[in-house]
């Protein structure tokens, strides 16, 4: 019943905008920190920006300054502003739901939509 499905995805010039959303369901969405990950072709899954439940926020070095998270819990949805897009940037973004328990971390994936960013 855990559902995290992403949209927003596509086809981007450099330097353009992209609005990512992750709309969750089948858990408490606000006990959850939410992070967007992202995986390039023959690359590792990496973290690219996180938000935890007081909204605290974390990004990875290359997106500081151009990317944005945020959350909704009225909504149950997190997004990702990505602004000033380069082709690095392209890659299969994923949407994360965490709870933290003492020592267990637990996790839930969404499928991930593709962004591309080319000319």
């Known amino acids: 019943q855990v559902q995290l499905v992403e949209s927003g995805g596509g086809l981007v010039q450099p330097g353009g905008s992209l609005r990512l959303s992750c709309a969750a369901s089948?858990?408490?969405?606000?006990?959850?920190?939410m992070s967007w990950y992202r995986q390039a072709p023959g690359s590792e899954r990496e973290l690219v920006a996180g938000?935890?439940?007081?909204?605290?926020?974390i990004y990875t070095d290359s997106v500081k300054g151009r990317f944005t998270i945020s959350r909704d819990n009225a909504k149950n949805t997190v997004y990702l502003q990505m602004n000033s897009l380069k082709p690095e940037d392209t890659g299969v973004y994923y949407c994360?739901?965490?709870?933290?328990?003492?020592?267990?971390?637990?996790?839930?994936w969404g499928q991930g939509t593709q962004v591309t960013v080319s000319s």
């Open positions: 089948g858990f408490t969405f606000s006990d959850y920190a």
């Open positions: 938000i935890d439940r007081g909204g605290n926020k």
């Open positions: 994360k739901a965490v709870l933290r328990v003492m020592a267990t971390t637990y996790e839930n």
